[in-house]
């Protein structure tokens, strides 16, 4: 009797057991199997485990991005994945995302006005941001390095000596700064670096201080923007690194430094380390007044650094500069670099 009931027992515990699984199969409860997925307008890539959003579908203009799909953990944006896209806000669901990565150029185009929920904890790309040219504002969610201060994304990281910077990660191209802005002119301040892309496209500044408390500017941190000045704060040259393409050159931009001297203007546009070296044209003292055509100096070439300036004309590709007034003075011709030629181009 006793074998009896133990070989019930165990039929009855195995049907149950095959009854689960059957069920959780029907559920969708098993392991999802690699391959691309769509579900509420998102286009997911599954890979081990994990799932990657890669897209959207045709028209859509509003996602939400779940911390799992399918049972499988989403946890990036691809590359180029919501470029050029319709999408016009992008939600994250309010859950603490355990790993997520923006991958570069993202969003790069998109008409996206809205970011909500954004994983405090990302891991951004270089240019995880670019071409958020649209953009109004972003709020964040959950626990990390990521916070939103004044409208601003910022990175809070800690430092060697166990202090912690503030970087500069974005600032909404289609809203105002919301603080330190002036008449068009945002101050630099309260960060150590303005990462890539941060400010790009803004569409309200026109004039830049940079602070002192500023010691790195990125790889297009301010490009895109018409900007009519850059004004430089810090007297110590080398405590400041500008990366070259970090504004948008052209003609009527002025970078003005906090130079006095002669010899001062020389350090200033001698120093080759940043956008300084690349658009030595466009250097001015901080105390130049003067409307006309007109350099204070040219890197690595005949014309010596100068407060005062002096006048050019141009002629073809070359530019004649008079080295000293009066008609017996000297003059310099250069090539006229294409920068001091071109309009600005949003």
């Not at 430094?257 to 203007?265: E, H």
Request: charge should be negative; include cysteine; glycine fraction near 6%.
């Amino acid at each position: 009797m006793t074998r009896v009931k133990s070989k019930i027992l165990y039929i009855v515990l195995a049907f149950m057991m095959l009854l689960t699984c059957v069920l959780i199969a029907a559920c969708g409860g098993g392991p999802i199997a690699d391959g691309d997925y769509t579900e509420n307008g998102i286009k997911y890539r599954v890979t081990g485990g994990t799932a990657s959003v890669v897209g959207v579908e045709e028209n859509t203009t509003e996602i939400t991005i779940p911390i799992e799909f399918s049972g499988a953990k989403v946890s990036s944006i691809a590359n180029c994945a919501l470029a050029e896209s319709t999408l016009t806000k992008v939600s994250f669901e309010q859950a603490e995302f355990s790993s997520f990565t923006v991958s570069a150029d993202a969003f790069n185009g998109s008409d996206i006005t809205k970011i909500e929920n954004f994983p405090a904890n990302a891991t951004l790309d270089q240019d995880a941001f670019s071409g958020l040219s649209n953009l109004e504002s972003i709020s964040v969610y959950g626990q990390g390095e990521l916070t939103v201060e004044n409208g601003m994304l910022i990175q809070n990281q800690e430092t060697s000596n166990g202090s912690t910077s503030k970087i500069l990660r974005l600032l909404p191209a289609a809203s105002e700064p919301q603080t330190n802005f002036v008449n068009g002119t945002f101050t630099v301040t309260g960060f150590s670096e303005v990462f890539d892309h941060a400010a790009s496209y803004n569409q309200f500044i026109t004039d830049l201080v940079i602070a002192e408390d500023i010691q790195n500017i990125e790889t297009d941190a301010f490009s895109h923007i018409a900007l009519n000045s850059v004004t430089i704060e810090n007297t110590d040259r080398y405590a400041l690194d500008i990366d070259s393409s970090a504004f948008t050159a052209y003609k009527d931009l002025k970078i003005l430094v906090p130079a006095t001297t002669d010899n001062q203007m020389d350090a200033w546009i001698d120093y080759g380390q940043n956008f300084i070296d690349w658009h030595s044209w466009l250097i001015h003292p901080q105390s130049c007044n003067r409307t006309d055509a007109h350099v204070h100096g040219v890197r690595n070439s005949a014309v010596p650094s100068s407060i005062q300036g002096y006048t050019y004309r141009v002629n073809g590709t070359l530019a004649t500069i008079t080295i000293s007034p009066g008609s017996s003075g000297t003059s310099v011709s250069l090539t006229f670099p294409d920068y001091m030629t071109q309009e600005f181009v949003r």
